[in-house]
């Protein structure tokens, strides 16, 4: 209501202003990063978090006009992302890492055909998917839950699970938000996390140390790694790498458990590395490189884990022809 001069007093209509065009999209893009590295979680690839959040930011634009501010914006585009992931999850097979699939191959082993994309966890540039929080624990809980072995352990649980999980425990909603979101009880969320927690516990990899900032030590062993794999010297590749280390190269389903059978590896069938160039990039919270042959084509995305002082795991994806312009890399190496 609103009195006059005269002191007459009249009503006006609550009109609920409506952002432009441009403040919409503004406020929407805000939120892509979050976004993607949800749907990432969810989806265990890049490309589908990608394409999930852009079908979450059309579906935002279309059903704008029936948002009336219940709860925030942010709450309601993890809405639309979770029922756009849960949709893209129903009758799909779980992504997995190739030590998930099958026992560690031999040196000997004959490499095989590639299997479809859709079988593997896949990297995600760190940029994409991490929005930078200022707390250093929650960087580190956000860089950790990118972490491949994560991510892979995530896809053997229940999509809705999944869901409970990833909101309770790495982006700490509470029970009662997520209930909201998921159309459920706090009591259905709880039991949910419960016994995702208690999948989660069974099948996590805890061989690679917590997702912290690299300190001196760490940036000195990956300098050793790239000049042995740049000079292809193999003495010196074993003295950075961990006795267990493991070797494997989606979309292959081999990979391989040990440091003798790396090199050995690196000897045989992988002698095309030698004179390879190695671009330093960051991936799934961990250190990564772009590798280049010698003849300066696109050889793999490789992401590096490390514990004790020495690497763990060189996962190195060789689907160059998307992978590369992910990273923001070029289709030739120009030195």
């Not at 998307?322 to 030739?332: E, M, N």
Request: a negative charge; proline letters at 6%; aromatic letters at 8%.
């Amino acid at each position: 209501m609103k009195r006059s001069a005269t002191g007459e007093v009249t009503v006006e209509a609550d009109v609920r202003s409506e952002p432009s065009a441009a403040d919409l999209a503004d406020r929407l893009e805000t939120h892509r990063t979050e976004l993607t590295g949800y749907c990432y979680r969810m989806l265990g690839s890049a490309f589908e978090a990608e394409d999930a959040v852009q079908e979450t930011v059309v579906r935002a634009w279309r059903s704008y006009d029936r948002f009336e501010g219940r709860s925030s914006l942010r709450s309601w585009l993890y809405r639309i992302a979770t029922n756009v992931c849960l949709d893209l999850l129903k009758g799909s097979n779980r992504r997995a890492r190739p030590m998930d699939l099958a026992s560690p191959s031999s040196v000997d082993t004959p490499v095989g055909t590639g299997l479809p994309e859709t079988t593997w966890i896949g990297p995600v540039p760190d940029g994409r998917v991490l929005s930078g929080a200022e707390d250093p624990a929650e960087a580190a809980v956000a860089r950790e839950s990118i972490r491949l072995a994560f991510v892979s352990a995530l896809q053997r649980l229940a999509p809705r699970q999944r869901a409970v999980l990833i909101l309770r425990e790495v982006l700490s909603w509470s029970a009662s938000e997520v209930a909201e979101l998921l159309g459920s009880s706090v009591a259905s969320v709880n039991s949910a996390l419960q016994r995702a927690r208690a999948t989660l516990a069974a099948s996590a990899d805890t061989a690679d140390e917590p997702a912290e900032p690299l300190g001196e030590a760490e940036q000195e062993l990956l300098k050793r790694y790239v000049d042995a794999f740049e000079r292809f010297d193999m003495e010196a590749l074993t003295a950075v790498l961990h006795e267990d280390s493991t070797l494997s190269m989606p979309p292959y389903e081999l990979w391989l458990h040990g440091r003798e059978d790396v090199v050995k590896w690196m000897l045989g069938p992988g002698h095309g590395c030698r004179g390879s160039h190695l671009v330093p990039l960051a991936a799934n919270g961990r250190p990564a490189f772009g590798q280049y042959r010698a003849d300066g084509t696109p050889w793999a995305i490789q992401v590096i884990e490390m514990s004790g002082g020495r690497i763990t795991g060189l996962h190195s994806f060789l689907d160059t022809e998307r992978l590369f312009p992910l990273f923001g890399l070029p289709l030739r190496y120009a030195g």
